[in-house]
């Protein structure tokens, strides 16, 4: 029986043969979607909840597969990212309390809730803090620690160890732990071995930067003598159940070491952009083979979390550089930022399907971003979705079949006192600073 239904809206499935239906329907049933298809889902049982989405596109919702939860953002924008880790973020991710840390997770899971996102694979410290956090505005969230050596004054392995003890597979499950490493300039080889010894031990994932920044590809090379991605395959640490984050500096060989390992890559190309670390060969890793989802990093670097503009750099960037309009088609864009992001973290979701997890959401086409739009035409959609629109045209989001956001109100927790908690976290960490 469903418990909840969607009728009359555009249905873009993002299936295998990216199957879209018009006036069509998506039914769920608890966490788990039940039915997908064209037409009114007809069913004998009354009492399910029943959204009218006339005018609206029915997607998969988004997933940010390289995320950190932020305290501040809006200063330190000047810096390159050697000094900016430095003299910004090391300095207040060093100087969380847990309620400073809960209030910034939950500012930042706001911001992606509103703008259509249902998942993030957040890289940050104190994660019961985070994990509470997640589970009250109610987001999917796949939490790492910052693990660096110990001389860097960040999160150990038995950190992220007792993290995962802690709140892995809590809410439903939506909450996971995966091991982080925060990157190489902060590693050593033995320390990318036990990561990966670690998260074999209790059979999760991991996240961790590479070849981010040409600063840390010289380090890697005048430190270990070879450039980072080989190193993390040296040390065993890349497998299909590794993301990594950036790989904007991949040489021909890193290209084949990530194909042949598996290794799921988080393109992030705003963030590369606002940080001047240069543009990541999309091309070349899509035409290995390999999978591609899309990110936002982190709202100290970006500074926006929404996921429409995202999608839009991953394509403009690539076309601009190579001076070829043929690249990064739209509807291979959305295809990124929903189920190749599913397929790295392994959920299922990313599609609408019968037997997918329900995490869905309703973009309003009737505003100007969607202006002009011709009737049945998926082609105009997806330049639309990609091109013209941004997160404020979301109208509901839905995770594991619970409604977070509907007619852009959050329904879970409320957002004012999210705002304001926010505010003083930011200024009580700042204090602490200086
Ligand atoms: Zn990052």
Known sequence: MATLVINNGTV??????????????????????????????????????????????????????????????????????????????????????AESAYWAAAASYLES??????????????????ARAAADIG??????????????????LQDNKDAHDAVHGLADGRIQVRIGIEWLPLASPALLSEARA????????????????????????????????????DAGLLGPDCVAAHCVWLSDTEIALMRETGTQISHNPSSNAKLGNGIAR???????????????????????????????????MHRAARVDASLQQAPDVVAMA???????????????????????????TRNVMFTPLADHNIAQIYSHLVFAANGSAVDTTIVDGKVLMRDRQLMTMDENTILTQANVAFRRVLDRIS
């Open 12 to 97: 873009l499935t993002m299936d295998d043969d990216r199957t879209v239906h018009f006036g069509g329907h998506v039914a769920i049933d608890q966490d788990r979607i039940l039915a997908v298809g064209p037409g009114e889902y007809a069913d004998e049982d009354a009492g399910e909840d029943v959204i009218d989405a006339e005018g609206m596109l029915v997607l998969p919702g988004l997933i940010d597969l390289h995320f950190h939860t932020a305290i501040g953002k809006g200063y330190s924008d000047h810096l390159p990212l050697w000094e900016y880790l430095n003299e910004c973020w090391y300095p207040l991710i060093r100087n969380l309390d």
């Open 113 to 130: 809730v509103k703008s259509g996102v249902t998942t993030v694979n957040d890289m940050y410290r104190r994660l019961p803090d985070l």
């Open 139 to 156: 987001i999917r969230a796949v939490l790492s620690n910052d693990v660096a050596l110990e001389e860097h004054n960040l999160d150990t």
């Open 198 to 233: 670690l998260a074999d031990e209790l059979g999760t994932g991991i996240h961790i930067h590479l070849n981010e920044s040409l600063t840390e590809v010289e380090d890697s090379k005048r430190r270990f003598g070879r450039r980072p991605t080989e190193v993390a395959y």
């Open 282 to 316: 999309l091309p070349e890793m899509l035409a290995a083979g390999i999978n591609v989802g899309l990110g936002h990093d982190a709202a100290e670097c970006n500074n926006s979390r929404d996921m429409f503009e995202v999608m839009k750099f991953a394509s403009l």
């Open 338 to 364: 929903t189920r190749n992001g599913a397929k790295a973290l392994g959920l299922e979701a990313g599609q609408l399907a019968a037997g997918k997890k329900a995490d869905v959401i309703l973009v309003d």
